[in-house]
């Protein structure tokens, strides 16, 4: 979807301004609630509800776990806040829980970057503001999401980018794990 995005400089500093202070407000209230959090050095995620710890997921990351995501095909699992913005019960993973990669930070840096166009980091920008689907075919990449292993060897990171659990354990987060809920990725 395009959104035109034509705005002046001015605008767009007073846009972020108001809008940057409500999306802190908003991710300060993900303490509460249930959210996924996943830890990339230990190769874990935890599965939290009114701050309490709910389960525990041993997970793979992309074959380029250090760092964050940069651009398409570089195989790094992100880091930053996220949400669940999809569900996709038939994934060629046994299923896929789509997560809002890329974020406004993501678009920011992609954008002083010379990655994205203004009117790419508008459409992100929007679709994170409304906890849509952002765009993933710009080359920040996308479609990152967690899923199953479909037989893979969960002891290697063997995804290009996205975070994989058994398939037991995607079953589980499936049935349990609405969209919107907010995932942390941090190393």
């Known amino acids: ?67 964050a995501k940069l651009v398409r095909g570089d195989n790094r699992t992100p880091e930053g806040r996220y949400y669940v913005c999809e569900k996709n019960a038939n994934s060629r993973f046994h299923r896929f829980l789509g997560l809002s990669y890329p974020n406004r930070e993501d678009a920011d840096r992609g954008f002083a970057r010379r990655l994205i166009s203004a009117d790419q980091w508008g459409d992100i920008f929007f679709a994170n503001l409304q906890r849509t689907v952002p765009p993933w075919s710009t080359p920040l990449g996308g479609r990152v999401g967690i899923h199953g292993q479909s037989g893979r060897d969960m002891s290697l990171d063997w995804t290009e980018g996205c975070i994989a659990v058994s398939d037991a354990d995607i079953d589980y987060l499936y049935a349990t794990v609405p969209v919107g809920t907010p995932v942390i990725i941090s190393d």
């Open 1 to 67: 979807m395009r959104w035109g995005w034509r705005l002046g400089w001015g605008a767009l500093v007073v846009a972020l301004n108001v809008l940057g202070g409500a999306g802190r407000a908003a991710a300060a209230s993900d303490d509460t609630g249930m959210s996924l959090r996943i830890f990339k050095r230990r190769h874990e995620m935890v599965l939290v509800d009114n701050k309490q710890l709910v389960r525990k997921f041993t997970v793979a990351l992309g074959r380029a776990p250090v760092g």
